[in-house]
């Protein structure tokens, strides 16, 4: 599909660019269609950006949803122990979509709509982070009730932060662990990694 085509070049070309530094005859050009096309699906380049920002947010819910749906069923109902695997599962399924070679071009621009909010960003948050937030939090508060609710979100953030590491810091993982590549025995490292940091971190009496 020619729109299909144009959201995946458009993204990668944001990512790299920025909205004002991406060329519409660029996107259409690697895309193999006409600038016309994209007035035609999208309305413009702003139209573009935002479908870019929502079809991120869709593969992302498409990956995790089942596991965040999972993980809300326990948070609701689920003892200490079960919400804790749970946390555990999901911080190792988004370990994994960080290593994955597909979220390269989606860190790109997301992390412009970090450093420089737009309506990208809204849709990005209400499209998944939002959902993804809810469930960290609803288990994290039934892991450790011992913590008021901000210092349960801050805890969120700084778990969740140890997955994003392993892709906006990729050129310096690669450095500091002496790697070329992210191969199989170092995602092995890095994820058996995470699990015993996050449950020490999850511990009522953290070492």
Known sequence: MTSQTLIETAIDQFGRHGFEGASTREIARASGTAMSSITYHFGGKQGLYLAAADHIAACVRQIQG????????????????????????????????????????????????????????????????????????????RIRTDLPEREVLALGLMLFGQCLVLRVCRAAVLRILTVETIDEPTTKLLRARLRANALCILSENPA
């Open 66 to 141: 089942p596991a965040i749906e999972g993980a809300r069923a326990v948070a609701e109902n689920g003892t200490r122990e079960q919400a804790t695997e749970a946390l555990l599962a999901l911080l190792d399924g988004f370990a994994m979509m960080m290593l994955s070679p597909q979220t390269e071009a989606w860190s790109l621009f997301i992390t412009r709509e970090q450093q420089a909010p737009t309506e990208a960003f809204d849709r990005l948050y209400t499209g998944v982070m939002q959902g993804i937030v809810d469930v960290f939090v609803s288990l994290i508060a």
